[in-house]
């Protein structure tokens, strides 16, 4: 234990705050990495196409993992230097065989090696189908495209996904999160909305309609404002999702570049936890729009943070990160990104919770802002370093120097 610790410790200490209890609440939460940061969202399909559905990775650091060996490696390494326990989530088109299916004709046995890997490593399984980067979706259409034959490869796709999921979630011990978001829309002002709805709508109800153990998997639906090539409407938009989860009481994703710049995301939790059980989080930032840049530590991560852990919504919310930045070295993305959701967390953690909120019941709202702006001067950062020391995790210098390391040796890849 460091001195420095020793006095955070004291100094949280006489706010009423035990960092101790903090620190093991944090290696509580399990954060479910994105694979697709890896490699641009590109995928492994044996297959050539585009990434399609307005989401696209911009640069060319050198480093892409170009095969799921040189992901799981790269995984392997960023996992080392991230304090605690997690997860992977994993898209349907990072599979890893030599065969050649399509998507509807997946199985659980094309994913064999990611079993077995994350088997191995005690870490949990989360799980996308992809409604993108294939020639069916070409027109931003897929789950609501009026040709009931692709409506139905779709469909099968995301019911073949959802049983890789329950594979996942029964081999591993752990329940999988299947996140469904299809990049469905409009570039120019439709006429007829709701036939879109209605038939996106029946088609999310044949693809949930076989059952499977919630022990082993929960669905979780991914709504979105706008993308690029559907500017004028998203059909799966925010309104449709949150009516759609609360009818079928599965579970909302909320994605932080999904809403308008102004809005949010944090401020929604509460609103909607009233509605739905189970919640999914996609921790990301929107830089004028849904341009999904490394998370920073920075107001909005604080609030989301701050928000899960004061309404109590840890327990019935999955963190999931989302965003994907070609431009510098990726496996440093994933650290940076998830070690600064982790902060996040800690620092909402180390609050006095209890004295806050009296103030605000008590209307006290001097108080309130007073606090507020003199806890922010608590040494957070000591309780951090102790945290990644006991997990033999570095900081600081130690840190960036095994970063560049690893992308130094990753670079080297054609
Ligand atoms: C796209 C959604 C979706 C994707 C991933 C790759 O706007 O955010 O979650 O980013 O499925
Ligand atoms: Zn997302």
New binding site residues.
């Given amino acids: 234990m460091t001195k420095a610790y020793d006095l955070a410790r004291e100094a949280f200490a006489e706010w009423g705050v035990n960092t101790e209890a903090a620190m093991t609440a944090l290696s509580k939460i399990a954060i479910s990495v994105h694979c697709?940061q890896g490699d641009d969202?590109g995928g492994f399909e044996r297959k050539s196409g585009s990434s399609g559905?307005?989401?696209q990775a911009t640069g060319n650091h050198p480093g892409r993992a170009r095969n799921p060996a040189e992901l799981r490696a790269d995984l392997d390494f960023a996992y080392g230097l991230i304090p605690g326990k997690h997860r992977l989530n994993l898209?349907a088109f990072y599979m890893d065989t030599e065969e050649t299916p399509d998507r509807d004709q997946i199985e659980l046995r094309h994913f064999t090696p990611w079993v077995d890997w994350a088997k191995d490593r005690g870490i949990g399984l989360d799980f996308?189908p992809t409604f993108f980067a294939h020639a069916k979706a070409d027109d931003n259409l897929t789950l609501s495209h009026p040709d009931q034959g692709i409506r139905d490869f779709w469909i099968e796709h995301g019911a073949r996904c959802r049983e890789i999921a329950a594979g996942f979630g029964t081999a591993l011990g752990s329940q999988c999160v299947i996140?469904h978001?299809v990049p469905d829309g409009s570039k120019d002002i439709p006429v007829d909305r709701m036939a879109a709805r209605e038939r996106l709508w029946a088609s999310l109800d044949a693809m949930l309609a076989p059952g499977h153990d919630r022990k082993h998997m929960l669905d979780a639906v991914?709504s979105?404002l706008f993308?690029i090539g559907v500017e004028a409407m998203t059909v799966g938009s925010h309104e449709f999702y949150l009516g759609y989860a609360i009818r079928k009481q599965i579970a909302l994703c909320l994605?932080m570049?999904?809403f308008h710049p102004t809005e949010s995301v944090a401020d929604k939790l509460s609103a909607v936890a009233l509605s739905v059980q189970d919640l999914l989080l996609?921790v990301s930032r929107p830089m004028r729009w849904?341009s999904?840049h490394v998370i920073l530590l920075n107001d909005d991560i604080l609030a989301m943070a701050q928000e899960l852990v004061f309404a109590g919504l840890l327990s019935r919310t999955r963190i999931g990160l989302?965003y994907f930045d070609a431009t510098i070295s990726r496996t440093a993305a994933w650290v940076i990104g998830v070690r600064n959701m982790q902060k996040a967390l800690l620092r909402a953690l180390l609050l006095p919770q209890a004295r806050l909120k009296a103030t605000e019941g008590r209307l006290d709202y001097t108080a309130r802002l007073a606090l507020t702006e003199e806890l922010k001067d608590l040494p957070f950062a000591a309780v951090w370093a102790e945290h990644c020391a006991r997990a033999d995790c570095p900081t600081g210098a130690a840190l960036i120097l095994g970063l560049e390391r690893y992308q130094a040796k990753v670079a080297t890849r054609g």
Avoid: A, M
């Fill in positions: 697709w969202v559905g307005g989401i898209h996308n996140n978001w991914e979105k993308g994605d570049g999904h996609h849904d999904d989302d």
